[in-house]
């Protein structure tokens, strides 16, 4: 297993091992979605890509919400971070509720904390049993690795990070995967 420091971003190179491909895979996307999502204001963070009802606002918190989830909750069997006990989450599309209530800041810092609350969570699970450590996920009834928890957020981010890239375009045209690309 390569010798990385989990708890910062991981760059890519030619050839790596599993541990290097996986995160720096989930490390790259992640970075590509926070260029979709900086430097945006509020009103900006809300607006809408007809007939959709996704915003950027709503895509930051909700995958703030799964870095926790899945790294934070049940990975390292932490529970839920306090910052999720302001919101109801048994209601359904409570992130569609309340992302209008919070300010471009709020939403970034709330990403941000996530992100660096799941590097902590991936380099304690590795530590365990390397990338067969087993975390129960009482959502699906069944036990996991981190292996699969990492692929399953790098889904989430692939799927997301295509409606930021349009939502942006439609917004001030801002295309491409990072800010190399002209930006």
Known sequence: ??????TRPVDMTPVMDETGTLLSTLDRI????????????????????????ITIGWLLKHLAF???HYFTAVLAGKGYPDVWDRYDLSLE?????????DTASDLMALWEGAV???RRAITEALAVDGWDT????????VEANARRYVADMIEEYARHTGHA????????????EDPRDGE
């Not at 975390?135 to 009834?141: D, F, I, R, S, V």
């Open 1 to 6: 297993m390569t010798c990385i420091d989990t």
């Open 30 to 53: 992640r970075r590509t979605f926070a260029w979709k999502c900086g430097g945006l204001t509020d009103e900006q963070l809300r607006q809408r890509l007809e007939p959709s009802e």
């Open 66 to 68: 799964c870095e926790d």
């Open 93 to 101: 599309d409570w992130d569609h509720r309340t992302e209008s209530e």
């Open 116 to 118: 660096a609350k799941s």
């Open 134 to 141: 087993v975390a129960p996920n009482l959502e699906w009834g």
């Open 165 to 176: 890239d349009l939502i942006r375009e439609s917004i001030d045209g801002l295309v491409g």
